[in-house]
């Protein structure tokens, strides 16, 4: 075990936890700001995937406008799920809205594969990404740069919509305390719908990057990551926007390391690894690494 | 997009169960398949080519002076325990077989309820070569067992791709997928070559990038790599580890007989792949030729798998024994079934003539070179 192989499990794992990151921003911003575990969210990535095959092979738009589509498609998927599930249970105790998110994923699965078939699909980004690139020993590809940098630039955007704009403070107003906001003149209903559109459409970009890493979906593609970005989120304290990248990056990390220091034949339990830890995390760090206490987070 | 509304109502229509018996005069076959959940991709497939070959024998005026066949459709939903209360569904309807199954995890709950009535099970895909000895004598297998598979990949690796030195990764979330790494193993330590590295993986599991780099790291170096999975990690496997510059043979079963290990890696990185499978992939065989024709005119789509023909075996090789026993009983139909001999299935000639009541069918070896199927050869188990 040299140090160029540490080296290249290292990358490895900051890889596959930009990957965790991306998925987990969205689903923490949704949890900051109206309080729902949304596991239908890995779902929306898998949405995210097949809109993106749609847009590239079905329509043929460049790449850049097919993430815009992407973005903007997966916002419309949230903002329908949020007014058809989520909204007649505005003010139930959080647990139903857990459980609705559930029963969404599970239909959103099924609905797919009934209608696209179960049957996975390969999925083609252009050629330039895939060019692979050797620093050292270490080697990886461009797509896996591209991902790092997606999750870095997309959590510094959000940081800055809800710190510094006026949907960002309605959020921060709305997650404080919903009846004073609502007194004070926020629609509440806008920026919550706001909030599930901006974090689905954070999925969909999340499922067009698997799709192009993976270069394989299926309607099923959707559930692991959405567990482990949950299980990310709760490492970097749920709700903090910049605890969601670290959390996944923890998450990968870890993942891989586990994997690649211990002997092979504890490879196959690497997710009972990460759902174990999840429960170490919950007992010793209930707040994760950068959560604050439930009364201020945002 | 009209077939494909078709098929939700189809499929709609048979997990209501609520089919009721038009007829006294239909031969009744229950049909156990995963439509929803991780098995779908395969058993789908299975259930539709099922499917087809009621409708072609129908058409073609049933069995036994006139009587149709019905196939009665329950979702096993990739779980143990709804596989067994399907079955219970199924046997309290009047079937008078049952298929199913692409997997032994799923055929172990379910077919020794038929086994307990007398009723023949047929599984379609499920290939632990032990199963009839498990269930009992009502249990019939289409495929070939995992012992034939593994046996026909590891001579091939050993005598043509001359590998002494071989990796093993084993999917380690499923009965079939243990299997044949086990069969592979024995046989490879028989003929000499050395297991230099054994690793394991989940199904579902998307990154391997960290077993990548350990297999990159394993001294001596591996010759080959066998890989034990489904085709959901066939195509991933393949991708991630040409694309890590490795180039070394990789070798597997049926789980890689799918276009996922040319279409996700794209067809300059599939190369140097070889797996045995059922013949029927780039095969001629008259048999072979109608089945597709008649999957593609149905369907729409070429069979995704070959679990497709699978599935329509698995209803013919039934339709073949109640001709040949000129009888709907299932206590006549399974001596029937016990006794077929040169069957010309679609999946290759099945006769049952071992003690272990496992087809002795062919077994081709394929090879991918450039994103192209060959048959390379046909393997032959001993009696």
Known sequence: MDSGYIAQQLVNGLILGSMYALVAIGFSMIYGIVRLINFAHGDIVMIGAFATLAFIETVGLPFPLVALCVFLTCCGVGIVIERVSFRPMRGAPQVTGFIASLGISIMLQNIGILTLSAQPRNFSFPGYMQTILHLGSVSFRIIDLVIFLTAIVLMVTLVLLVKKTKLGIAMRATAENIDVARLMGININHTIMATFAIGSGLAGIAGLMWGGKFGQIDPLMGYVPGLKSFVAAVIGGVGSIPGAILGGFILGLAEVLFVGLLPPIYSSYRDAFVFGTLIVILIILPNGLLGKDLEDRA | ?383
């Not at chain 2, 239909?26 to 009621?54: E, F, H, N, W």
């Not at chain 2, 047929?122 to 495929?143: E, H, K, N, Q, R």
């Not at chain 2, 079963?253 to 059922?278: C, M, Q, R």
């Open chain 2, 1 to 383: 997009m009209k077939k494909y509304f078709m098929f939700i109502a189809l499929v709609l229509l048979s997990m209501t169960l609520a089919t009721p018996s038009f007829s006294a005069e239909t031969i009744k076959i229950g049909a156990l398949y995963s439509v929803t959940g991780y098995m779908s991709s395969i058993d789908t497939p299975s259930l539709r080519g099922a499917q087809l070959a009621v409708k072609i024998i129908n058409e073609n005026g049933g069995l036994l002076n006139g009587r149709k066949l019905e196939l009665i459709s329950v979702d096993a939903k990739t779980d143990q325990k709804a596989a067994a209360l399907g079955a219970k569904k199924l046997l309290s309807q009047g079937v008078i077989a049952g298929i199913g199954h692409s997997d032994p995890s799923f055929v172990l709950p379910s077919a020794p309820l038929f086994q307990k009535k007398g009723i023949p099970f047929v599984t379609s895909g499920a290939t632990l070569p032990t199963l009839p000895m498990m269930i009992g004598d009502c249990l019939f297998m289409v495929p070939f067992g995992d012992d034939d598979q593994s046996f026909a990949i590891a001579d091939y690796s050993y005598n043509t791709l001359g590998v002494r030195n071989v990796a093993v990764w084993t999917d380690n979330s499923m009965d079939f997928t243990k299997a044949l790494s086990k069969f592979y193993k024995q046989r490879a330590l028989e003929l000499g070559m050395n297991i230099v590295l054994e690793d394991f993986f989940m199904m579902g599991d998307k990154d391997f990038s960290a077993q990548i780099a350990r297999l990159k790291n394993t001294s001596p170096k591996p010759d080959a790599i066998f890989i034990s999975s489904i085709p959901n990690e066939a195509g991933l496997t393949t991708k991630q580890i040409r694309e890590s510059g490795m180039t070394l043979p990789i070798v597997s079963g049926d789980g890689f007989d799918t276009e996922l290990i040319v279409t996700v890696p794209g067809k300059e990185l599939a190369n140097d792949v070889y797996f045995s499978t059922h013949t029927y992939r780039a095969d001629s065989r008259p048999e072979v030729t109608a089945f597709v024709e008649n999957y593609t005119k149905e369907y729409g789509v070429a069979p995704e798998n070959a679990f497709a023909p699978l599935g329509y075996d698995a209803v013919a090789l039934i339709a073949d024994a109640i001709t040949r026993a000129n009888s709907a009983k299932p206590k006549a139909l399974k001596e029937s079934l016990a006794k077929t001999m040169g069957f010309k299935a679609v999946t290759g000639e099945i006769s049952y003539t071992r003690a272990s009541r496992v087809p002795v069918k062919g077994v081709s070896i394929i090879s991918v070179k450039n994103g192209n199927y060959t048959v390379e050869e046909i393997w032959m188990p001993k009696q």
